[in-house]
């Protein structure tokens, strides 16, 4: 059967034959560039970017605003600061699938740039600028230093994504801790209501981390399993500490602190590994050396 384009006046057949399109139409599908197709992760690395979006939505009108304009509750908004930081954590979670999604199936062209830009959103401007309103209405806080400390997190975060683009790491492997989990601990940090000068020091080394060469493992198979567990763990403790749970607040505090100290220790593994295995290297080259 062949229908008629009311627009263009062009036929084509009915596709129930297998029949092919006629050479007068067009198929928009074939003729978009390659470069332009959105894959199934390039959606989830958009979902990314739109939760970190959204959590400096959250961090301006319900902690920042209030505070400039005198109302609400002073420091941090609960609910507010609970919201933007679950954002972040779901930011998490899209940049887990999005990779996990690639790998399994077709990955557009532009994907690593998405990604790129995405976590640029999620894990560097909206931590950092979790990190600048700290700044504004902690009541130890000092505007000034935060806003330095903010800026510092947000170039490593740049400084991280650039080199995780430009670096080519063994397989199973990143150089300097993902800046989602760099994200998830500054803001645990600040969550943690310490002293200003340990949250400005614990903010600046979670930095420094980002742009070191310490190693950490890829999010993979059981990993990957365990990071999302954590990941609804933390959730479910902010939305308890959110709602004024009873214990929140201690569930809370104990769920940053594992975070920080995660953070804290697993560069020590890291250290310890290259370590043993430089010493290692070392008692080979002296045997092999004493070989006739």
Request: include cysteine; charge should be negative.
């Amino acid at each position: 059967m062949t229908v008629i384009d009311p627009d263009t006046g062009a036929g084509w057949a009915d596709g129930a034959d297998g029949a092919e399109p006629r050479s007068g139409t067009v198929d928009e599908a074939e003729e978009m560039p390659l470069s332009l197709r959105l894959s199934i992760a390039d959606t989830l690395t958009l979902g990314n970017a739109t939760c970190g979006f959204m959590a400096v939505y959250f961090t301006t009108t319900g902690i920042l605003i209030p505070h400039l304009v005198g109302s609400g509750e002073s420091g941090m908004a609960r609910h507010s600061a609970a919201t933007a930081v679950i954002l972040m954590l779901c930011a998490a979670v899209f940049d887990l699938f999005d990779g996990l999604v690639a790998r399994k199936l077709r990955s557009s062209p532009m994907g690593a740039e998405l990604d790129n830009l995405s976590d640029l959103i999620s894990f560097g401007l909206a931590p950092a600028y979790f990190v600048l309103v700290y700044g504004m209405v902690a009541d130890d806080a000092h505007q000034k230093v935060s806003a330095v400390a903010a800026i510092v997190v947000l170039l490593a975060v740049v400084l991280r994504l650039a080199r995780f683009s430009c670096v080519t790491m063994k397989d199973g492997m990143f150089q300097g801790m993902p800046s989602p989990f760099g994200a998830l601990t500054v803001v645990s940090i600040v969550l943690l209501e310490l002293p200003f000068i340990p949250t400005l020091l614990a903010i600046i080394g979670t930095a420094w981390l980002m742009v070191s060469r310490v190693e950490y493992p890829k999010p993979r198979g059981k990993l990957a399993v365990a990071m999302l567990s954590w990941i609804v763990g933390a959730m479910g403790l902010l939305a308890a500490w959110a709602f004024d749970a009873p214990g929140g607040q201690l569930l809370l505090q104990t769920g940053c602190a594992l975070q920080i100290v995660l953070a804290a220790t697993i560069p020590l593994f890291a250290t310890a590994r290259r370590v043993n295995t430089f010493r290692d290297n070392r008692r080979e080259a002296r045997a092999s050396a004493q070989l006739p």
